[in-house]
Structure formats: C-alpha cells, structure tokens
C-alpha cells in the first residue's frame, strides 16, 4: 500500500516538474519574463519599452530587430546585413548628425529616436514609403510615458540608455512631447491633420499667430484655456461668447432684418458679417434698432455636422498645442 502511494507520488512530482519546464521553455522563447506595472503605470526602461514595442505598440508589424521579427514594410532595427551594420540606437548617432546638418538645429541621439516617432515623415531611410503610422493617434494611441519607454527600448539596442534626457528634454524633444501630450488630451487626435481641419473650416473667420481673417476671436494661445473649453466652443459656441463678438440684431425702418458680428460702427454706416461671410453695410439713417442676441453664436451652426470624430480629436489637439500666449499687439 505505502509502495503504491509513493509510486503515485513520484509520478506526480514528474509531471509537476515537466510543467515547470514547459512554462519555462516557453518564456525564454518569448522573451523572457515580463514585469507587470501597476494599472494605468509605464516602466520607462529598455524592459518597459521592449513590452511596448512587442505589445500594445505593435511596432513589429512594420520593423524588425535583427533576426527577431517578420516585418520588412519600415527598416531592421537591428544589425541586419549589409543595409544596416548597426542598430538603432548606435544608428540614431549619424541619423542625429544628419538632422543638425539638414536643419541647423543641434539633434542629439534622442531628438532623432522622438522624432521618429512623433513625426516619423521627418526623416525617411532610402528605399522605405512615408507609411509608418502616428503611434499616438488611434488605433495606437501611446501616451507620452508609453513613447519615452519605447525610446529607451531603442537607445539600448547598441546604444547607451539616457534617461537624464527623456526626463528633460531638450527643447526639440520637449516640442514633440507637448504634441503627444495635446493628442492624447484630445482623445488620441493628430495634429498635424487637426491643423489641416483648422485651415479648411476656421481660417476664414480666425486669426491664429497673425494668420487668418478677423471675422471671429483671435485663437492665438486658445490652448492655455483647455480642453474643455475648447470643446464646448466648437459644439456650442453660443454659450461662452467672447466680449465684442456678441450677435447683433439689426432692423431696419422698412422692416429688413440683418444678424450678425458688428465689425465697422462709423457714424453714417455699419458693416455686420453674416454666418455666411457675407459683410452687410447699412447706414445709419436706415436703421430702427440694434440690439445684441446673446443665445446666438454667428459661428457657423453646421460645422460639428461637417467633422467627423477623427476631425474632431485632430482640431482639439492641434487647438491645445497652441499655448503661446497672444502678444499686447494681438500678434
């Protein structure tokens, strides 16, 4: 009976044991163990980053690493043949040179690595279509902290991991950085596609930086006042009017009826832009009565109906990029 029961034993601590292996075999082969961050937490290391890339990044459906991966749609991040006798990261130190050279600016290694994501057609290798996505817009959608692991993944690949300069940026780094930052706040938006929203649909009425046309408030620095109000001045403009730009109603004697911004008030003659742009001149002696209507934003009604929910994260995060605060001269 004692025999039995230690046969029994032993065959299960054979078949304990072959589990372990197993599970073993099958981590090494997959990279190893994964340390698991707290929820909503990101290692930003070369083991956080390599998760990232591995993972939620999905940076190996487009690249490789040497022998590991698939992927020949972007370049080998890794030593691979003759085409790429380094890795990343001792390749971002003649790409950096490269940059300076073409733009004036002084890149460092990981002004080149950021760059490469936030603005990945900022520099494309020989041979390879400007086709890498925009790893912080949908479907994607890293976070600032996600991309700053995923740089130390790629520093460490024959390079040298700096954490001193993701921690403070220089101001070329710090520049994609806040681009990040104002598409993640925006829901993921892009806004290098948000500014090509503004200019179809806001040039016409906004100035932004001493550019566009006067007709609505000047945009310039509209970011300092945050995501919220940005979204409820595009989706219901009329609630928080800006002082000056307020609806005017104007009757005329024999009955006419104009609603607009005032935009010239001379002592003969107004002008009042309709929602159309269209500019109204009536003279003074015409009309009966002006009065202001502040349930009624002269910004055009439709254009939420005209965005798409894409368009619409895109102009929010080009919007909250725009934090430089507007000079006394309005410029």
Same mark, same amino acid.
């Given at each position: +009976?004692?025999? !039995? ?9 054979v ?13 090494? @082969? ?13 290692d ?36 691979f043949?003759e ?6 990261? !001792?390749?971002?130190e003649?790409r950096a040179?490269?940059?300076?050279e ?14 490469? @994501? ?18 912080? !817009? ?19 690949q ?10 403070n940026? $220089? ?7 806040r ?11 892009d ?10 649909n ?9 550019e566009g ?25 009329a ?23 005032? +935009?010239?008030?001379d002592p003969?003659?107004?002008d009042?832009?309709?929602d159309?742009?269209d ?11 002006i009065?202001i ?23 929010? $995060?080009?919007l ?12």
């Amino acid at each position: +009976m004692f025999s !039995a029961v230690a046969k029994v034993f032993a065959l299960l601590l054979v078949v304990l044991g072959a589990f372990v292996w197993v599970g073993n075999a099958i981590t090494d @082969l997959t990279g190893g163990e994964k340390i698991v961050t707290a929820f909503g937490e990101v290692d930003i290391s070369p083991e956080g980053g390599e998760e990232i890339f591995w993972g939620k990044g999905r940076c190996y459906t487009c690249h490789s690493l040497g022998d590991r991966g698939s992927a020949v749609r972007c370049p080998n991040l890794g030593v691979f043949g003759e085409k790429f006798p380094l890795a990343i990261g !001792a390749r971002a130190e003649e790409r950096a040179r490269e940059r300076t050279e073409k733009t004036g600016e002084d890149f460092t290694t990981t002004d080149y690595l950021v760059e490469s @994501l936030a603005k990945p057609d900022a520099y494309l290798v020989d041979g390879y279509k400007n086709e890498m996505a925009v790893v912080y !817009a949908p479907p994607i959608s890293l976070n600032a902290d996600e991309i700053k692991a995923v740089i130390a993944y790629l520093q460490s690949q024959d390079g040298e991991f700096d954490m001193e300069t993701l921690e403070n940026p $220089s101001e070329i780094s710090a520049a994609y950085f806040r681009r990040i930052e104002a598409a993640t706040a925006a829901g993921g938006g892009d806004p290098g596609e948000g500014q090509i929203v503004y200019e179809d649909n806001c040039s016409y009425c906004h100035i932004l930086n001493g550019e566009g046309e006067e007709v609505g408030p000047d945009l310039t620095g509209v970011g300092l006042k945050g995501l919220a109000f940005l979204e409820e001045a595009i989706l219901n403009p009329a609630k928080t009017i800006t002082d000056g730009y307020e609806t005017r109603v104007v009757v005329e004697n024999d009955g006419r009826q104009t609603i607009g911004l005032l +935009m010239r008030d001379d002592p003969d003659e107004i002008d009042i832009v309709k929602d159309t742009g269209d500019i109204v001149t009536i003279a003074r002696a015409d009309i009966k009565e002006i009065t202001i209507d502040k349930t009624v934003s002269v910004m055009p009604s439709d254009i939420p109906e005209a965005l798409t929910v894409k368009d619409f994260q895109d102009l929010l $995060s080009y919007l909250m990029l725009q934090k430089q605060a507007p000079t006394e001269e309005g410029s």
